[in-house]
Nanobody, 129 residues
Framework: HVQLVESGGASVQAGKSLTLSCKIT????????RAWFRQPPGAERKRIANIATGGGRTYYADSVKGRSTLSQDLTKTTVYLQMARLQPEDTAMYYC???????????????????????WGQGTQVTVS
């Protein structure tokens, strides 16, 4: 089990960039998958990016693909989401999450997991106007 704390959310103008951070405490390898979700007002929570704790390929939802970069530090205790060219539709509460799965942390496998992640952060608000 790990604890997650997001930071970096802000109110920004359209076209600007933000970097969100997620600090992870506990054994980072107790969960082998990390992901970013977002939940716009009145909408369902959706996964937008994920990566294996051990590193490797990153995966992105179409809504953020091409303008987002998910990364981790070498100790795997911080995960980042860099977002560029922000637009009003990016306004949402952003969450990081971690889960232990049997298999590789790929987009398809996590699609089956849905929102049933073992650990969640409290969220950080991004507002784009």
């Amino acid at each position: 089990h790990v604890q997650l704390v997001e930071s970096g959310g802000a109110s920004v103008q359209a076209g600007k960039s933000l970097t969100l951070s997620c600090k992870i405490t506990g054994d980072p390898y107790s969960s082998n998958c990390r992901a970013w979700f977002r939940q716009p007002p009145g909408a369902e929570r959706k996964r937008i990016a994920n990566i294996a704790t051990g590193g490797g390929r990153t995966y992105y939802a179409d809504s953020v693909k091409g303008r987002s970069t998910l990364s981790q530090d070498l100790t795997k205790t911080t995960v980042y989401l860099q977002m560029a060219r922000l637009q009003p539709e990016d306004t949402a509460m952003y969450y990081c999450a971690a889960v232990k799965v049997q298999g590789y942390c790929g987009f398809g496998l996590l699609a089956r997991v849905g929102t049933d992640f073992g650990s969640w952060g409290q969220g950080t608000q991004v507002t784009v106007s």
